[in-house]
T-cell receptor
Framework: GAGVSQSPRYKVAKRGQDVALRCDPI?????LFWYQQALGQGPEFLTYFQNEAQLDKSGLPSDRFFAERPEGSVSTLKIQRTQQEDSAVYLC?????????????FGQGTRLTVV | AQSVTQLGSHVSVSEGALVLLRCNYS??????LFWYVQYPNQGLQLLLKYTSAATLVKGINGFEAEFKKSETSFHLTKPSAHMSDAAEYFCAVVRGGDMRFGAGTRLTVKP
């Protein structure tokens, strides 16, 4: 596609509900990143994939958060038993070779509201 | 650990005035530094990046930033603000394989 696509754009979940957020990176991009952006804050790193390999998941806030990219393309961020503190915009970015050498392109994000 | 600090969560300028958004980094090695802009309900868009090729980096929309090692700074400037520049601006540094962002500065442009 022309850019990074994220779906849904908006999600309202009841506390305790499981949610799945999807990211379609730019075709051919090797690197994929997930960030969490709370209201009024900068994006916080969650996890990083190179192809299908999850190279860094140190930013995932708890074991309720899980990300996968099984075929090295589309990625899904799953949050189990959502809590109010999970309310944020979740951003996905992709790049050809990571941030150092090539530009990373960000999707518009999924705004998650837990009520 | 590499990180960035943005001084001033809100900056307000008049249209046509100089824009100066401050960013300081902490790094034990030469960093890769970036400025991104975020418009309401949009993703992040790259303005410019420093990769040690030149200390003065020119970006899109008339923005530029100067890397000053002695001051550990990478401030973003634009000589003349335009109404369309109103947005949130983020300074970022690459740490290992991922990027770490500052808290952001909201730029308001008054007519």
């Amino acid at each position: 596609g022309a850019g990074v696509s994220q779906s849904p754009r908006y999600k309202v979940a009841k506390r305790g509900q499981d949610v799945a957020l999807r990211c379609d990176p730019i075709s051919g991009h090797v690197s994929l990143f997930w960030y969490q952006q709370a209201l009024g804050q900068g994006p916080e790193f969650l996890t990083y994939f190179q192809n299908e390999a999850q190279l860094d998941k140190s930013g995932l806030p708890s074991d309720r958060f899980f990300a996968e990219r099984p075929e090295g393309s589309v990625s899904t961020l799953k949050i189990q038993r959502t809590q109010q503190e999970d309310s944020a915009v979740y951003l996905c970015a992709s790049s050809q070779q990571g941030f150092r050498n090539t530009e990373a392109f960000f999707g518009q994000g999924t705004r998650l509201t837990v009520v | 650990a590499q990180s960035v600090t943005q001084l001033g969560s809100h900056v307000s300028v008049s249209e046509g005035a100089l824009v100066l958004l401050r960013c300081n980094y902490s790094s034990s090695v030469p960093p890769y530094l970036f400025w991104y802009v975020q418009y309401p309900n949009q993703g992040l868009q790259l303005l410019l990046k420093y990769t040690s090729a030149a200390t003065l980096v020119k970006g899109i929309n008339g923005f530029e930033a100067e890397f000053k090692k002695s001051e550990t700074s990478f401030h973003l400037t634009k000589p003349s603000a335009h109404m369309s520049d109103a947005a949130e601006y983020f300074c970022a540094v690459v740490r290992g394989g991922d990027m770490r962002f500052g808290a952001g500065t909201r730029l308001t442009v008054k007519p």
